[in-house]
């Protein structure tokens, strides 16, 4: 200890009594003293100090640890920061190496927060740790399901796929991820980024990596926008070509709407990914060997293909490619899309293929118009030599076309006819004159006639043609030549002009062309300027026949007729104009117009517009109302119309109404010809402007005009049929529907007038008039009976319409529906056709319909007509005679709406009831012949509030529209919610004929019809049954019914293979059979994982599934190139039992597969672990037998024969296989799963154990001779027994015979052992007949000296055991048994220290438990669940060590510990006040025992019981006060006058009104898996804890939380079992405010003291802000009492320092003083504690109260902190006189820079004042200091002292220096410079002798004669010292020597 300071002195003295890790935790936490505990740590072990400091450091970190497993993470960056250790990366190396998610996220959460503190390389540490941290996380996440871990993931697919078990995330670290792939971290993180769009795992991730997988998963829509986003940003800005998929239907049927619901903000980040990620050809190319659906990978080669990137094996593929720009809508984008910089295939290459693809097929047109232009200059060198040939030609050909000038034709004809001809071209030629001839004229320098010369080649400007002579092959124009060669000078030639050779034609008449031909015939007429337009068909007279000899030739007129070549005439005559579409209608030429409309769209806009249509369309339409009056223009504008592709319906309407308003006016008017002409006229103009009145006009003529047709020919016949009145009607009802005009009402007047009913409602329903028309219309009827049943008739057609049109059918698929005329909507836009049949069928139907009208049985007669018919409509009409026979309706509609009559259908036709069966019959036809429509309709009609109008709903929407959407599901959901009910009902309420399981059967029929017959797809198939097993179909059905669920998965399943199953035969009653069929065809095919899954579903034996596939695989196994190790051998039968099992395979099968391939093993050790695995299924299925032994046997030899046993893995049956699956590296992590089993109570009785084991029938027993073997059969045994595999031990140790010698050797058998102590312990044997082994075993000398010292028995038997002997009357056979129970208990403890056996040592401690309670060993045993229990059985000190023997032995977990020491505690302070008597009055003195301990002192004995529990205990108690609190509302009492009288106070009222009431939802928060979790308000409190203790105004309002304020909220919830412990312990009582306080203080005490012990930060700061506030409540009831109990309960007085300001503002000061030694009774640590903590309080918030200090310290007899402030004060007025006097120096005084600074002082009453009281405190300070037993200070204190009075004494040489408070330095200069010899002697007498001396001896030397007077006078010794000095001195001065020779004359 030399060296070392006072203080440190001290310190180290108080560290003797401590630990050495006491005193490093001590250490590091105040940071001060770090290298005093390194010395320390060297002085107590003998060591070096880097081994000292290195275990400091080592203990330091290990702290830490614990530290952060209980969460107090601000003290551990406390202490980091104070040993000088960075807590980055301390913290991240932690988190770096634990495998513990809690405490591995814990610490990550505070190193986020630390993170922005960070710098340099820590920085870049960090980053990646955190990376690796968050893949860890969300890898961890993936694997929890509803709080449980999944046993296995897989990540990726395929080959390279990465499977992760649940044991290896469990021990997976970040240090572990760190150390892992690359690859293994970008798959996983890739997968695991689509799970939680967490952007920040893409930092792990490649593109490839992520491209693949979600190929693999089958993410189309992801990819698609990755796609467009990457091709967009190559191709156009944001150009998403992709609009396939606009299609709504496509997308909920086939693929995954992977984007759908992703919020916008996780869009844009992934689309600024993927526009940084390209796509690569390696990752187009990685998507044909993908496993993907078929869907996924059409979705992305469309996609792809958009933007013209095509696979590489379709780029010759033409259909392929057209397709998918087909089904991306991109066909016309051709051009673009090829001719991109992205495109893989260019625009010429996809030309080529189409124009190869069009030669093929012969589509010469197409090649034409689609390739024209594209396929130029482009390389055919790879075409097929057809193709090539034929493209060619067509090539030539084209080139033809483009040639500018008529010279540049004749090369491209030449090579044309070569292509042709290939290489005879000279023969084809000849052959073909024709084409010679065509080449002379288009060249230039050749003559026509060259071909009938006698040259040999016919010469041209580029080749050279043979001259094969023409003269026969031309003979024409060879006589023309011949004619050419003989020049007759006579012949004058004249041109001849077209017209001219047209004359004659079909009596063309050229005369009447020109204009000039009649101003020549009549000059009086005046020339038009414009020519007559009309076409040639105008010009030909209407009396010419036409024939070839009328045929006359021109006559010559008097002017000659123009030609062409005649520029004059051309200039007067003719004129430019652009050729439209107009022009030609008014030439009378439709289809020139159409022709010429359709050429201009395409030249302008490429397509035809719908606008221009349109326009066209009302051009043409006003072209022909302008003309109406011409037949041929009309018809020319309505063709044009139809041409053009739009309705000329108006028009012909238009050109009717026209024409009959003609006719009537001439004929009926008497109109003449102009004045009808103008009349039509105005109103066709008035037409074309839309004018309203106009139609309404050309309406009421038109109604007119009817009405007299129909008048007239009534009048003409007498009697008018009803198709001629429809068919005169039909232009005036189609003229107001274009119109939109109210429809006429005349002639439906007309019918009601003559009560024409039938004719009223046919004219009304062929004509569709509106029903509030009609029946507007119905009510003039005279007769009332009329217009009732034609209004019931209308509303029920008005339903049967609406039921049409909401199911929007049709009939093209076989179905019939009722035929009415013009059943088509009318509109004006729209398709508007009139159809009507013809007289004889409309008179037929008719005819029929009234007929039946006549007979007794209309309905009936009705009814036979319509199957006669087969007109539904006359069953309809039968309804009106018999609306309530609905059913035979029902069944009749539908039998006469099949288009062929069914067998059955005869049958049902003629029955007049219909039973449930035979609606069921109908029905069920109804939907094989395909009229599903039909019977939805037929329920719409008849019965449209039956719940069997839902199901045919479904049927109609599933079977017709293929919908299978929500609504789909939600119309089946409804049906089979009404079908499920108890009665059936229809709309009115009255009970249906159809019970509930008809409906139910009829329902199942048809689902499984339409399921067998009804789809022809299996994709279909599947969404149907998908919609049934969403709805549960058939759950709940009285009646039999498919498992649709278990279809819809076996037929989605087998979807996934190219072989479907057949759903129709699965539906039958032989489908077992038929599956089973189809899993051993899976099977055949090698699809195992398929043929499994139907296997399972369809409850057909897997066993030979299994062993098919596990056989596949040896095979392959064996197919290794390399050599099969024999640890794979054991892998395979490990994968396969593991696989096995998971299928539930039979026991023999499995273990006749196993024991064939085992024998393929070599290496015994993997032998043993296969036999090992192999053994598990004779354990699993409590197998035995002599297959059994024979296979044991196999293995244990196999065992014993290995060269290395002790690194054979032995453990149970799931480690080995753990161990086997792990590839055979770490047995550590396989130990732990046999260790959770180990840990384990033992809990078997012998008989049990034996029965288990079956050892009494084995029979295969085998003599071991060896002595080696026997050793090691007795090892093995022992370590099965350790690992408590007592059936495995037990067999063993019957499987085997030791010889008689070696039966009696030691050690005995570890078997033989544990059966002796069960026997004991179950009292079969007594300790008295043990074998004689044993008892030589228990009787040895070295098992005593064990038995001290083992530990086993932690008290005598005296304690444990109540012998009955020491009772008074007590016999002696009790005293016996007492004796024999004690006996027994020392035989078995003795067996188990010998043996050492963990199994033993539990029997024991079991035995012991019995013992204490007084039970049997075996009810122990059995009630082993309620071991805690047992603690309740005894009384007194002896419940402390029955708990701690009981949770050693029974490993009773924290969570229970702490419930129970809670609930003792709660109980141990609540009871004593329940007390109704005075005589218990320790309730006022705060002293609570439990178990016979004080819980104030001893509660730390409770909590080491489990140390790891304390906080919890703490939060337990916490809760159980927040539920005392609000069942004791104490907070609603009043206060009474005198805190200690509790007469006055209302109890009623302090009971809780809910305690008889307990709530239901309480209930549910009860937990039954026997943990206690924190209630939600008292977590919340916990989170929001801060580690700052100190309670003060600038606390954050969250941080001011405690629980009095939550309790105070009405909304709290606190669980059940919390308040029911209160309620149990309270029993109801009423207790007043004072005791209810008194309790909330000593339960916050006690939970204050459970975190203290674990250091637990959040805990204490809760329970000191809750004292807070419980302080507000006992200063307002003025308890000034409970308020020091709690203060001293708690014990933080620094915290709590607002207590002490309550009682001295109070002035309850002295109470304080005089109760605190009495509240902590005998506890000195704590009276301490108290002392300390109240000076503290003083010292800081009363600083200037020094009296009050000063009292109490001394009041405490602590003198040396009263001797503290006194030495303060005087220190302080030493300093104030030091700055007094440097205030008052003056300013300007010089001095040279090296000459110090002296502070003067003068003599006034302020000085002397101040130095007066100085010395006053001083001397004080140094008494107090001598009574407290600080020696040291005590001697400082006077010293001081003493230099005040020596300052005091200078002050008579005013002004004199300030010696007071300096330095060292300055002190030797006084010394030796301004003091005398005595005065330095005094202000040095503290500091040592020898110092003054030094400066005495030196100022000496300077000869200062009043120094040496002094000196002589004084201290002669001191002088004669100087004089013996000098004599030595050897650098002596004059001045010196003059010096000493005047001191020895001084001393003489």
């Known amino acids: 200890m030399e060296g070392l300071t006072q203080n440190e002195k001290t310190i180290w003295s108080c560290w003797e009594e401590k630990s050495a890790r006491d005193v490093v935790r001590e250490a590091a936490n105040k940071g001060s003293h770090i290298k005093l505990a390194v010395k320390y740590l060297m002085h107590k072990n003998s060591w070096n100090e880097d081994t000292a400091r290195d275990w400091f450091m080592a203990e330091v970190r290990a702290w830490t640890i614990q530290l952060l497993l209980r969460k107090q993470i601000f003290k551990v960056l406390h202490v980091l920061n104070k040993v000088g250790i960075d807590p980055a990366e301390h913290l991240m190396n932690l988190a770096q190496s634990s495998p513990e998610i809690e405490y591995r996220d814990f610490i990550v959460q505070h190193l986020d927060k630390l993170s922005l503190d960070l710098k340099g390389d820590t920085v870049t540490r960090w980053q990646d740790f955190k990376r690796h941290w968050m893949l860890l996380q969300y890898l961890e996440k993936s694997f929890e399901s509803e709080g449980t871990f999944k046993q296995n993931k897989v990540f990726g697919a395929g080959k390279n796929r990465i499977i992760v078990n649940e044991s290896e995330i469990k021990a997976l670290t970040i240090e572990k991820v760190q150390a892992c792939s690359p690859q293994w971290k970008s798959k996983i993180a890739s997968a695991l980024f689509l799970d939680s769009f967490e952007f920040s795992l893409l930092d792990f991730s490649t593109p490839l990596e992520m491209w693949n997988h979600l190929v693999e998963q089958n993410k189309a829509m992801i990819l698609i926008r990755w796609i467009n986003l990457q091709m967009s940003e190559v191709v156009r800005d944001m150009n998403a070509r992709y609009n396939f998929f606009n299609n709504n239907s496509f997308v909920k049927k086939l693929l995954n709407v992977d984007t759908k619901g992703f919020p916008d903000e996780v869009l844009d980040t992934l689309d600024e990914i993927f526009r940084k990620w390209p796509i690569t050809n390696e990752m187009i190319a990685s998507i044909a060997s993908s496993s993907c659906y078929a869907y996924t990978k059409m979705c992305i080669y469309d996609t792809l293909c958009s933007y013209g990137i095509v696979n590489d094996n379709e780029t010759n593929d033409l259909d392929k490619i057209i397709a998918r720009l087909a089904r991306t809508k991109n066909l016309k984008l051709i051009d673009d899309i090829f001719t991109e910089s992205c495109s893989n295939i260019t625009k010429q290459h996809f030309y080529v293929e189409l124009a190869k693809y069009c030669v093929k097929n012969k589509l010469y047109k197409v090649l034409t118009m689609c390739v024209e232009g594209n396929i130029l200059d482009t390389d055919l060198s790879n075409v097929e030599q057809e193709a090539k040939d034929c493209i060619n030609l067509w090539l030539l050909f084209k080139s033809i076309e483009q040639t500018s000038d008529r010279q540049s034709h004749v090369v491209p004809v030449y090579k044309t006819c070569q292509q042709i001809a290939k290489d005879d071209i000279d023969n084809y030629i000849c052959s073909n004159p024709h084409l010679v001839l065509g080449m002379i004229l288009l060249e230039d320098g050749a003559n026509l006639f060259d071909v009938f010369s006698n040259d040999e080649f016919i010469t041209f400007k580029d080749f050279k043609l043979p001259n094969k002579g023409y003269k026969e092959k031309l003979p024409h124009l060879h006589n023309v030549y011949k004619k050419y060669l003989d020049m007759n000078p006579f012949y004058e030639s004249k041109d001849v002009n077209v017209y001219q050779l047209l004359s004659g034609y079909r009596g063309l008449d050229v005369s009447k062309i020109f204009e000039f031909q009649l101003i020549n015939q009549n000059t009086s007429t005046v020339v038009c300027d414009k020519a007559d337009r009309r076409s040639l068909g105008s010009l030909l007279a209407n009396d010419v026949q036409v024939n070839a000899s009328c045929v006359k030739a021109l006559s010559q007129k008097s002017v000659d007729m123009p030609d062409f070549a005649n520029e004059k005439l051309m200039k007067r005559y003719g004129y430019v104009a652009k050729l439209s579409h107009i022009y030609y209608l008014k030439q009378y030429r439709p289809c020139n117009a159409s022709q010429a409309f359709v050429v201009q769209q395409y030249q302008m806009y490429n397509r035809l517009q719908d606008k221009s249509i349109k326009s066209a369309c009302c051009e043409g339409h006003a072209l022909a109302l302008q003309h109406w009056d011409d037949p041929a223009m009309v018809a020319c504008a309505i063709s044009f119309v139809a041409m053009i592709g739009c309705n000329p319906t108006r028009c012909r309407v238009h050109m009717t109404a026209a024409s009959m308003i003609k006719q009537y006016l001439i004929y009926q008017k008497g109109y003449n010809q102009d004045k009808t002409n103008k009349t039509v006229n105005d109103y066709m103009s008035k037409l074309t402007q839309s004018s309203d009145d106009a139609a309404k006009d050309i309406l009421e003529n038109l109604e007119e005009i009817t009405m007299h047709t129909l008048k007239s020919k009534q009048n003409a016949d007498g009697e008018v049929e009803m198709s001629v009145a429809l068919f005169e009607s039909q232009t005036m009802i189609k003229f107001a529907m274009l119109h939109n005009l109210p429809l ?69 698929n076989g179905q019939r529906r009722l035929n009415r005329l013009s059943s088509s909507e009318v509109s004006p836009s729209g398709s508007v056709t009139f159809e009507f049949p013809s007289r004889g069928v409309s008179r037929e139907l008719w005819e029929v319909a009234a007929a039946c009208h006549g007979p007794e049985d209309p309905p009936a007669a009705l009814i036979r007509s319509a199957h006669l018919c087969r007109e539904p409509l006359l069953v309809l009409l039968a309804g009106c005679y018999e609306p309530n026979a609905v059913f035979v309706l029902w069944a009749q509609w539908l039998l006469s709406s099949l288009a062929t009559p069914a067998p059955d259908s005869a049958l049902l036709a003629t029955q007049q009831n219909v039973s449930p069966d035979q609606f069921q019959l109908v029905a069920e036809l109804c939907l094989r012949e395909g009229y599903v429509t039909t019977l939805h309709e037929a329920m719409l009609v008849f019965m449209p509030e039956s719940p069997l109008a839902l199901l045919t709903a479904f049927l109609c929407r599933t079977l017709k529209q293929r919908i299978f959407d929500c609504q789909t599901s939600k119309t089946l959901a409804s049906f089979l919610q009404l079908c499920q009910r108890r009665y059936s009902v229809d709309a009115n309420g009255l009970p249906s004929r159809l019970s509930k399981e008809a409906y139910q059967r009829i329902a199942t029929a048809l689902v499984k019809i339409a399921l067998s017959q009804g789809f022809d797809s299996a994709f279909h198939q599947r969404e149907f049954l998908k919609c049934l097993a969403v709805a549960q179909f058939g759950k709940g059905f009285s009646v039999p019914s498919p498992n649709f669920v278990t279809l819809h998965e076996i037929l989605q399943i087998s979807m996934e293979t190219p072989t479907v199953v057949d759903v129709s035969k699965m539906l039958q009653d032989d489908s077992g059979q038929y599956l089973l069929q189809c899993v051993e065809s899976y099977t055949a095919s090698r699809n195992y994982d398929v043929a499994l899954k139907i296997a399972k579903l369809a409850s057909v034996p897997v066993n030979d599934i299994l062993m098919a596939e596990w056989a596949h695989k040896h095979e392959m196994l064996l197919m290794k190139e390399d050599a099969v190790d024999n640890k794979e051998w054991t892998l395979f039968i490990a994968k396969c039992s593991e696989a096995f099992k998971k299928a539930a395979v039979t026991f023999n099968d499995a273990t006749d597969f196993f024991v064939y391939y085992v024998n393929e093993i070599n290496d015994t050790v993997q032998k043993f672990y296969a036999y090992r695995i192999i053994m598990s299924w004779f354990e699993e299925n409590l197998e035995y037998g002599q297959k059994r032994e024979r296979i044991e046997h196999l293995m244990w030899d196999a065992y014993f024969k290995s060269d290395s046993q002790n690194e054979v893995f032995l453990n149970s049956y799931q480690s080995t296989l753990h161990f086997i699956l792990n590839g055979q590296k770490d047995q550590s992590l396989s130990r732990k799963i046999g260790v959770v089993d180990t840990e384990k109570p033992f809990s078997m009785e012998l008989r049990e154990i034996e029965v288990e084991s079956d050892v009494g029938n084995i029979e295969d027993v085998v003599m071991l001779e060896d002595v080696e073997a026997v050793e090691n059969w007795r090892r093995i045994i022992n370590q099965l027994l350790e690992l408590k595999l007592l059936v495995d031990a037990f067999r063993l140790s019957a499987l085997f015979k030791v010889p008689s010698e070696h039966m009696y050797r030691s050690p005995p058998c570890p078997v033989q052992i544990i059966r002796t102590c069960l026997k004991l312990a179950e009292g079969t044997c007594l300790p008295y007949d043990l074998p004689q082994e044993l008892r030589l075993v228990i009787s040895s000398p070295f098992l005593q000296n064990k038995l001290t010292t083992s530990g086993i028995s932690d008290a005598s038997f005296e304690e444990l055991v109540i012998i009955q002997e020491k009772q008074e009357n007590a016999t002696e056979g009790c005293q016996l048994a007492a004796r024999e129970e004690a006996d027994r208990l020392t035989a078995l403890e003795a067996l188990a220290a010998r043996s050492g056996l963990s199994i033993a040592k539990h029997i024991a401690a079991y035995y012991r438990i019995a013992l204490h309670i007084g039970w049997q060993y075996t009810a122990v045993l059995k009630y082993r669940g309620l071991s805690v229990d047992f603690i309740n059985l005894v009384s007194g000190r002896t419940r402390m060590s029955l708990a701690n023997l009981v949770f050693r032995t029974f490993n009773i977990p924290s969570k229970q510990i702490a419930e129970y020491l809670c609930h003792e505690m709660v109980a141990a302070i609540i009871c004593p006040h329940l007390v109704k008597t005075s005589t218990f009055r320790q309730k006022e003195h705060f002293q609570y025992t439990l178990w016979g301990y004080a819980l104030n002192s001893d509660i730390e004995m409770f909590l080491n019981m489990r140390p790891d529990c304390c906080s919890h205990v703490g939060r337990l108690i916490l809760d159980h006060l927040m539920a005392f609190r609000k069942i004791y509302k104490s907070g609603a009492t009043p206060v009474p006058e005198s805190t200690l009288d509790d007469s006055c106070l209302d109890l009623d009222t302090l ?42 105004s600038k606390m954050t309002k969250d941080t001011r939380r405690n629980l009095f304020d939550v309790i105070s909220r009405s909304n709290i919830h606190i669980r059940y079992e919390v308040k029911s412990n209160i309620r149990k312990i309270t029993k109801g009582a009423k207790l007043s405010t004072k005791q209810v306080n008194i309790i909330s203080i000593e339960l916050l005490v006690v939970a204050h003291e459970c975190f203290s012990c674990a250091c637990d930060t959040e805990g204490v700061a809760v329970v000191l802000r809750s004292a807070q506030a419980l302080t507000a409540q006992l200063l307002a009831a003025r308890s000034w009492r409970l308020m020091v109990r709690l203060l001293t309960g708690l014990a933080r ?57 000063i009292m109490v310290a001394l009041h405490f007899n602590m003198y040396s902190e009263a001797a503290n402030v006194k030495r303060k004060q005087a220190l302080d007025l030493i300093s104030d006189l030091e700055k007094l006097a440097i205030e008052s120096a003056p300013k300007g005084s010089s001095r040279k820079p090296s000459q110090p600074v002296w502070v003067m002082i003068h003599d006034n009453n302020v000085t002397r004042s101040m130095l007066e009281t100085a010395l006053n405190h001083s001397t004080d300070a140094a008494e107090l200091y001598l009574q407290g037993g600080c020696t040291g200070f005590a001697g400082e204190m006077a010293a001081l002292a003493q230099n005040i009075a020596l300052q005091m004494s200078l002050l008579n040489a005013s002004p004199t220096r300030l010696i007071l408070n300096k330095s060292t330095e300055q002190m030797y200069k006084l010394v030796s410079e301004y003091l005398s010899f005595m005065e330095g002697l005094v202000l040095l007498a503290q500091r040592g002798a020898a110092a003054w001396r030094e400066l005495a001896y030196r100022r000496a030397l300077g000869n200062d004669q009043a120094y040496l007077r002094d000196c002589a006078t004084y201290r002669p010794d001191v002088a004669h010292d100087f004089l013996a000095r000098y004599k030595t001195e050897r650098n002596k001065s004059t001045v010196s020597q003059a010096a000493m020779t005047e001191l020895r004359n001084l001393l003489r």
Request: aromatic share 14%.
């Open 744 to 812: 006429p009402e005349n002639l439906l007047r007309e019918f009601v007038k003559r009560g024409s009913w039938f004719n009223f409602l046919l004219f009304g329903d062929v004509f569709r008039y509106p029903l509030s028309q009609m029946l507007k219309l119905s009510q003039e009827f005279e007769q009332k009976s009329y217009a009732e049943h034609l209004k019931y008739i209308m509303m029920n057609r008005n339903v049967e319409e609406g039921s049409e049109k909401d199911c929007k059918t049709n009939s093209t």
């Open 1551 to 1592: 009971i809780d009104e809910e305690y008889s009431n307990v709530e239901s939802e309480e209930v549910e928060s009860a937990i039954t898996d026997g943990g206690t979790l924190n209630s939600a308000e008292t977590a919340s409190v916990y989170s929001t804890v801060s580690t700052v203790y100190t309670v003060g």
């Open 1693 to 1749: 007085y620094t915290e709590m320092a607002y207590v002490f300001q309550v009682l001295r503002d109070k002035h309850q000061f002295e109470f304080l003083l005089g109760q605190f030694d009495f509240m902590l009774g005998q506890q000195k640590e704590k009276i301490t504690e108290f002392k300390q903590g109240l000076l503290d309080y003083l010292k800081t918030h009363c600083p200037g109260d020094t009296d009050t200090y």
